[in-house]
């Protein structure tokens, strides 16, 4: 079932030096000839993946656009006329990969694809804007870690609410939270509770369905290449495109689609950023093997005794957004400390942040959500998907990035790629 | 219904398999028991999967692979409830404690694995080892690799399970598993690092197969063995671009693990010269990696390099190494920082700096204030974060003096700089030297009191809002919003009063508004307005009209009211849509008195939209709203008022509301918004809603489902549909995903997706439900294909023609031209023989019709799209003899059941629900 078609795209070079004794060190500008090109004031970018959430992608100002990528000819077709002239269409991202003239390279791919091609990206030497969430398991999440930072790449993930637009329901921008959090007005550890009370609905139409009768593989879409690292499945098309979330082998429900856009800034007012959570609980009903279901509350607990609580079901209606040892605070910077509002304005600043992603590669800048904070943001969406599945107290090491005392819950840190695909 | 439905093709598939015979009586009572506990997945928690899943172990062996074996191929039938009884045991016995379990459950599956025909079947069970099997089952997996399908899954499998057995067997089978599987094999050895495969690997590393190849040369780096040196070397110069970009990154990985086994130097070396060789703009992404990979093998020893980094030309190579810099704390390296900080020019300096604010070595404190004064803008923009970061508030020291730059840039990094810092420190600073620098920095400092609010200080501001310069006037005028106290209404006023430019007055609107709104006196917040509203007169008379729905109050609006009939076109014009925005209730029948009494139709729908959003703010009853919106009906005239009302009252969920727009389904302009609102109002919600119920809404949701043409929405409208019929007393006799509770040529039938498709190829024949049925009323839905020939047969024997020996009541494209001369009790609707049916009411071939049936005693009726087309008494209708003079025995049953009729053509049913009658 690996892609036997995958590499006859390609001209076999037979090209053969002679080999010295240290690496023979053949620059590409040396062999590559064609697409060298002095690197040009403008910033340059390919989509790869331009489906539905793909094809927002290709008019983000800042760069300008010269490839896109999709495996489903009616994608690529759409997002060709989209782009106009100049855009180049191509069927395989390693394709894409090859153009020196690229700078970023966007990934709104679902999510299986998201560690594969970043990887591959950082290590062609491209700035990378991924769609969330930033991997499909912690182990991938890891891998896209190192490739990123080994490579020198500035790497975004396509959330920002840490540092701008107003924070869902909770009504304000995250920066007053941070605020009075930083400040220590609400004392300390925290208890932060994520639910439709506190401003953040879940999502649960992206479960999946339990029972699917194969169909034929659409002409138009490459089934294969859209599988890729995932396991084999007869096709259906309800697992690909629009509804694929609710699928384990590619995403993870409602958590996978929203878990980052909740859950950053949490990460970053607790300061989250360079750990995670030491123990996690779900209730929810059982998950089927193969199809995301619904579940009713998570619960990740830090180290130091914060606490995160996904309440799926609302049922903690007099939840407050985060709660401390001194004080509660509410969507709207609503609280019960007196004269919250006023407080907060005469507060000093957080850090600022790098948030001009085209600035940020400019200047070689790390971007304010980055590989290391939104990997850690999507180890607490793939904790609590793992939790989920399991339906168990588990309990996590945030250095090694492995469960303690569970082999299975580790077997889903670490799912082996499908041939070829590897990290 | 669905259990009764489940436990039929349970029980089928048992069936087939105890025909197929292994212990036959014994294991009936365990079928039983494994039907028992199947019904009660999936789980709805953790404590129930756990009682199921003990329950399951204790029928012992046996009991497991029963339930393994219920498994069929995707598609066949729905076996969600056994794979999530598999799927919940995988995890139940790697709880701790459970080993004993977990060896029963593994040698179970294995067991299966090994009698399973199906290989979508077996790689799900190879999945669940994948999961939880150990050093039991590595040696079954082996069987598994040299297949098209399994190799995948049986790979993956020994790679989670791990072990020395895994990779001997992986290794022993590199040979003999076909051409097709060997990259799999490869990879997995790569990514288990087997030094003892080095040597096999190899023998693929000239392999003419592309994928091979890369899956090879991948492996060879990861295991890191020199024997593959030369092989990894040569790939920089042989491959095709994709692989030729690809060697730096796997030659390196492959230096890496020399190191990893303890050959440092070697590493270094080669980690030192892709340094030197891949600088070019471009490539300097494998610098980076080559010097990451020397830092992490090298630890601080790696600092010369990391400082000599600092000398290339490449912008990002240096950032890399400077963020590498971390790795190497201490005083001693930070002085070689400060060295070589010295020695660098501005772009670089100002790079080091940055590391060294976020280093937090605060010794460089000093240095790095005296940075501020430099020269070199980048080095002072790079300064001023860095300093922030190291020091404490005796830094702001440093930082005022700075305002007197004049760079927009600089000035913004100055402003973050300052905002870092609390209240005290900086809000009074702020206002004492305002009027001492430069217009740009005062900005910075006006934008900083507005940030902390600093009304204290709203002096100062105002001071400034005479400038010339427009960009601080705008800086003012836009703080002012937030600095502005009650007490400076009256001075914002008639800053208001007298402005003229639009962006001006906007900021100007905000701050009086902002100040009004101050007032805790609701009714006297827009008395100074009102009292300026009466001297002024064109433009400003306007502004001033305008900003009152953003202030409120008794007066204000009485105010507004008199305006509506002014004698000005632009006063009354302003004074209607502010009318129409305003904030409460009270101005309703203002709002509506404009309504009823404008001749100018903007007016009038802009006064619509305003009355509905204020009965949709207010907190009223449903009924109330109902009564006010549907009143003002009447005094809609162009379509879009009557639109924007529909619209309004959808949003109102009560069956006197669904009544009054279901009023408008016939309306041909209006239809389709009727339409919408109808599933807004009777569909359930999002969050728990529920719909609503009852006749009339079972009718307009009918009307809408043909006027709707978004598909997805008629498939919600049909299942809610579904849901009231349920209530009713109607139940589905057809699940949508298989033919559970039907008999007969089930083979001529496919269910798919909600369709249950006759198969032309397989000749359809008849399909009959198990159950028989007397009186009953039927529901179903089909769609026909050119010339396509079915039939209904109800009270039907099983054998026999059923047209005789039961009823048929005729299913035919009635428009084929082959069909032109049948008689006319052989066309659709017809009582095959007996009774006539009325034509022309069939949609078009390949479009859905809906029918219904109602069988009571000797009164046939059937209803076709919502026509009737046969209303007779059987008797009446045979009292001369049938139409088609043939006996017709089957008239005379009671009950029978009901079926299908195929004759070899494609027609499609769905939507098939039945109510008996008593």
Redesign the interface.
Known sequence: ????K???R????K???A??A????????V??GAG?T??SDEITKAVIGVGGMGRGHLKYPGAKLLAVCDVDENHLKRALEIGGPGVEGYKDF??V??R?DIDIVHIPTPPHWHALISVAA????KDIWCEKPMTRTIGEGKKVVEAV?????IFRINTWFRFQSQYYGFGTTVKPIKKVVENNLLGWPLKVTVS?TTGFNWKFYWSGK?????KPEPKVLDYEMWLGPA????YHPHRVHNTFRGYWDYDGGGLGDMGMHYLDPVQYILDKDRTSPVEIEA????????AC?SWRRIQLKYADGCMIVLDGENKDKNAAFIEGPEGKLFPGLESDIPHLK?KI?????P??QVTDFIQAVRT???FTLNEDNAHRTCTIVNLSKIAV????RLHFDPEKQLFI????AN?LI???M???W?L | MKKYRLTFILLAVLTLFISIGTAQEKSVGLQTEIQKILQK??????A??DKLSYEILQMGKDGLLSICRLLVP??KA???RV??A???L??YV???GKEEQRKLYAKTVIKALESEGDK?VK??LI?QL???GKKESVRFLKRYLSD??LG??A??AL??IGSYEAETILLRSLNAVPQ?NK??VI??L??LRSQRAVRKILEYSST?????L??TL?ALANIGDSRAE?V???M???????E???A??L?LLYAQRLAEHGKKQLCV??CR??IR??M???????A??AL??MVAVLGEKSLEDILAAMDSPS???R??AL?LSDRIPGQEATTRWLERLENSRPEVRAEII?MLGKRGDTSVLPLLLSELKSEARPVRLAAI?AVV?LGDSTVLNELWPMLQFDSKEELEVLK?AL??????LIVPEAARIMLDVPPLARMVLIEILA???AKEFVDVVFSQAKTEDETLREAVLTALERLAREEDLSRLVDMLLGATETREILLLQNAVVASANLNENKESRADLLLAALETSEGKTHLDLLRILPRIGGTKALHSLIEKTGSEDDRVKSVAVYSLAAWPDIDALEAVLSVILTTENPTFRYVSLKGYIRLIQGAELMPEEQYLLLSDVFDAAVELEDKKVILSGLSRIKSKQSLRYVAAFLQDPELQSNAARAVTRMALPGD?EELGLVGSDVEAALKQTAGIVQDIDMVNRIKDYLGVLWEQDGFVSLFNG?DLSGWMGNTSGYEA??GKLIVLQNRGGGNLYTEKEFSDFILRFEFKLTPGANNGLGIRAPLDGDAAYMGMELQILDNSAEKYKDLKPYQFHGSIYGVVSAKRGYLKPVGEWNEEEVLARGKRITVKLNGTVIVDADISDAIRNGTLDGREHPGLRRKTGHIGFLGHGSHVEFSRIWIKELK
Request: glycine residues 8%; charged residues 30%; positive net charge.
């Open positions: 079932m690996s892609g036997k995958l590499f006859t390609r001209k076999f070079l090209k053969t030096l080999v010295s240290g690496f023979t060190i053949v620059p590409r500008f062999l590559g060298f002095a690197p390693r394709d990969l090859e020196k950082a290590e062609a030497g930072q080994r490579n020198g790449r439709a339990t029972f699917l009768k194969p396991p084999y499945k007869p209730d929810c009903p059982q998950q089927h093997p193969d279901g006023e304005n005469s507060l000093p600043d850090k600022p070689r800048k790390k599945r399991l339906g168990r005392g569970d082999e299975e077997r670490h799912q082996p499908r041939a070829p590897h | 997945y999936p789980a709805q928690n953790a129930d999967l995707p598609g729905d076996d969600s794979r999530f598999l799927g919940g995988t995890t790697n709880r701790t979508n790689a799900f999945r994948q999961r939880c098209p399908l995948e899954p790979v993956q790679l989670t097709n990259a799999l990879k997995a790569g990514e003419r197969d592309r994928e091979l890369n899956v991948f030369e990894l070397n040569k920089a110069v042989t491959a095709g671009p994709y030729r970009a690809q730096p990154s030659y070396n080669i010269e892709f060789s891949y070019s703009p471009q490539e300097s992404h494998v980076c990696a990451a990979v912008k990002e190579f950032m890399k963020e940055g974060p970061n973050l905002l870092r810092f609390s209240t005290p940030e902390r609010r969050e995903k798919d997706e």
